[in-house]
Nanobody, 124 residues
Framework: QVRLVESGGGLVQAGGSLRLSCAASGRSFSTNAMAWFRQPPGKERETLAAISWDGDNTYYADFVKGRFTISRDNNKNAMYLEMTSLKPEDTAVYYC?????????????????WGQGTQVTVSS
């Protein structure tokens, strides 16, 4: 069993930055790919970024490319999402999740453990 806890969300003005953290406990997560997702109000959960088990490979959705950076520290059982140039449309609940695969997989069904989410609100 893996437990994931997100933190770092909050209210920020457009153009600002936030750094989300995902802390893992329980079974070691260092052998699995991980990802960040978000779910805007009234919309489906969408993939933002993913990272392979060793951090060597990353994936970004087009709409966050150049603004968001995913990273992980396996020694700390943690994953991060650095978000810059935030826009009001980035407002959503942000989730971290871990996959059953070592390599990157895109899409909600590939991820089996999820955090409870952290709210990010970007004001205009």
């Amino acid at each position: 069993q893996v437990r994931l806890v997100e933190s770092g969300g909050g209210l920020v003005q457009a153009g600002g930055s936030l750094r989300l953290s995902c802390a893992a406990s329980g079974r070691s997560f260092s052998t699995n790919a991980m990802a960040w997702f978000r779910q805007p109000p009234g919309k489906e959960r969408e993939t933002l970024a993913a990272i392979s088990w060793d951090g060597d490979n990353t994936y970004y959705a087009d709409f966050v490319k150049g603004r968001f950076t995913i990273s992980r520290d396996n020694n700390k059982n943690a994953m991060y999402l650095e978000m810059t140039s935030l826009k009001p449309e980035d407002t959503a609940v942000y989730y971290c999740a871990t996959s059953q695969s070592q390599s990157i997989r895109i899409g909600v069904p590939w991820y089996n453990y999820w955090g409870q989410g952290t709210q990010v609100t970007v004001s205009s």
